[in-house]
């Protein structure tokens, strides 16, 4: 996928087609704004219809709608409906379609630096740290900038803090950083940067397809997200072993994404409406994620005969040292990135500083209540 945010050809063509499109939808862009009937949007996500992300991006369609009463309707089509999953950004920036939901880290050819809101260990912040970064710490603004130095006609909101995504299912378990070596892998962002350093051959794939790669013998292995995606995808139909925890998408977060000139031409109070559709959005996605997940990781193991382990720490540690490496290179060649990675470092250090010396380690509590031992452990 790097390589295409490298081939100019490509570039330029993304550039110009946005171009001449946000220049087509800026004349139309009053008429827009004085309709007086409802206003219809297309949208698309970059995930199977049957996912519980498209249900999010569903999720954030239906706040808007009723909150606005009706007045916008945005209409949510899942991957591949318009366009490829990985085509998102284009389609949106284009106005082939009016918005779109996804994940940054999918942009990852046009320009590297986008997978830094969520591909990576975060610098020991959390999903929803990364958010505050984003929203409070200069996040907000840079990626304007970053959007902006590529030519995409777009609005961008991330949003909904994910949990750690799991190292992955293999056909056994990983005990060791040699034991990826030479595995055909699925993973995204940069991410394919730090599996390529652990000697993995690396395939980027969309949800959609990752299963019938496994199936087919395409991909050794792979990643995608949570219990409840990775249950209704189909994986434990294609694997038994599933690796826990892991530092390649720690701090990761949904995107919503609207065309710009579209986007620009909405009244304000409309504006508005969306800005708090996202952030109530991004709540109720935490909390259904824990439910729902928490619900999926169970029944995994007792009707699909998962086995779940926890991934071996020198597997960690491995990951943190090339993930360095592979950002000390990327720094050096795009002042941009560099940019975005420091601004990022000088806020976790103050954040995740002050969220070690507050929050109190809930592992004790787990103990005392559901541990061996625990209080309230049934059985």
């Not at 590297?112 to 409070?136: C, F």
């Not at 994620?289 to 699909?304: G, H, L, P």
């Amino acid at each position: 996928m790097e390589s295409k945010s490298k081939n100019p050809h490509t570039r330029r063509q993304f550039l110009a087609a946005s171009a001449v499109t946000a220049a087509a939808a800026g004349v139309a862009a009053p008429a827009l704004a004085q309709s007086s009937g409802p206003i219809n949007m297309r949208w698309q996500s970059t995930w199977p219809a049957k996912d519980i992300f498209h249900e999010y991006a569903q999720d954030f369609a239906k706040k808007v709608n009723d909150m606005t009463g009706g007045d916008l309707k945005i209409e949510v089509l899942p991957a591949g409906a318009v366009v490829p999953a990985f085509g998102l950004l284009e389609a949106v920036s284009k106005g082939t379609l009016d918005g779109g939901h996804g994940v940054l880290v999918y942009h990852y050819g046009k320009q590297t630096a986008l997978a830094l809101w969520g591909s990576g260990p975060g610098y020991a912040m959390d999903a929803n740290m990364l958010l505050a970064w984003h929203k409070y710490g200069g996040g907000k603004e840079l990626l304007a900038k970053l959007y902006q130095s590529i030519g995409a006609n777009v609005v961008s909101f991330p949003y909904g803090p994910m949990p750690t995504q799991p190292l992955g299912w293999f056909k056994k378990p990983v005990t060791k950083p040699d034991d990826l070596k030479g595995l055909k892998y699925r993973t995204v962002g940069i991410s394919i940067d730090v599996f390529t350093g652990l000697g993995a051959a690396v395939n980027a794939l969309p949800g959609g397809e990752i299963v019938s790669a496994m199936d087919r013998g395409l991909l050794d292995a792979a990643e995608f997200n949570n219990a409840s995606s990775d249950r209704t995808l189909g994986f434990p139909d294609v694997s038994k072993v599933c690796m826990l925890q892991s530092y390649h998408q720690n701090a990761e977060q949904f995107e919503i994404m609207f065309n710009k000139a579209k986007f620009d031409a909405l009244p304000e109070k409309m504006k508005a409406i969306i800005e708090s559709a996202v952030e109530a959005s991004s709540a109720d996605m935490s909390w259904k994620a824990i439910d729902r997940y928490s619900k999926d990781y169970i029944e995994m193991q007792t009707k699909d005969k998962v086995r779940f382990y926890k991934t071996p720490d020198t597997v960690l540690k491995r990951q943190l040292e090339i993930y360095d490496e592979v950002v000390a290179k990327k720094s050096a060649e795009n002042a941009l990135f560099k940019e975005i990675l420091e601004s990022q470092i000088a806020f976790a250090q103050r954040a995740t500083q002050w969220e070690r010396d507050t929050v109190v380690d809930r592992k004790m509590a787990f103990d005392h209540y559901f541990g061996p031992q625990g209080k309230l452990k049934k059985g």
